[in-house]
């Protein structure tokens, strides 16, 4: 069982930075991917970023590209999700998530285990 816990969310102004972590523990497989989320209220959940585990390969959702940046600390098993030039449209609830290999790592479905999220809301 894979256990995930987000941290780092907040309360910010547009134009301002936030880095999200997500600490990582329990029985995993050799070449896992982090996963990013997030929920607005009323939207439904959409992919964010992801991070293979052995390589570092991040992949981007479109709306993010250039302005997230997704990274990992293999040794501390800790995933990062650093966020700047926040905009309002930013905030929503941010989740974190395991993935064992599958390669469609924009859809949820492929994810076996969920953090609680944390709350990220940008004011302008």
């Known amino acids: 069982q894979v256990q995930l816990e987000e941290s780092g969310g907040g309360s910010v102004h547009a134009g301002d930075s936030l880095r999200l972590s997500c600490a990582t523990s329990?029985?995993?497989?050799?070449?896992?991917?982090i996963g990013w989320f997030r929920q607005a209220p009323g939207k439904e959940r959409e992919f964010v970023a992801s991070?293979?585990?052995?390589?570092?390969?991040?992949s981007y959702a479109d709306s993010v590209e250039g302005q997230f940046t997704a990274t990992r600390d293999a040794a501390g098993n800790t995933a990062y999700l650093q966020m700047s030039s926040l905009k309002p449209e930013d905030t929503a609830v941010y989740y974190c998530?395991?993935?064992?290999?599958?390669?469609?790592?924009?859809?949820?479905?492929?994810?076996?285990?969920w953090g609680q999220g944390t709350q990220v809301t940008v004011s302008s």
């Open positions: 329990g029985r995993t497989v050799n070449d896992y991917i």
């Open positions: 991070i293979s585990w052995s390589w570092a390969v991040p």
């Open positions: 998530a395991y993935n064992r290999g599958h390669t469609r790592v924009s859809d949820p479905a492929n994810y076996d285990a």
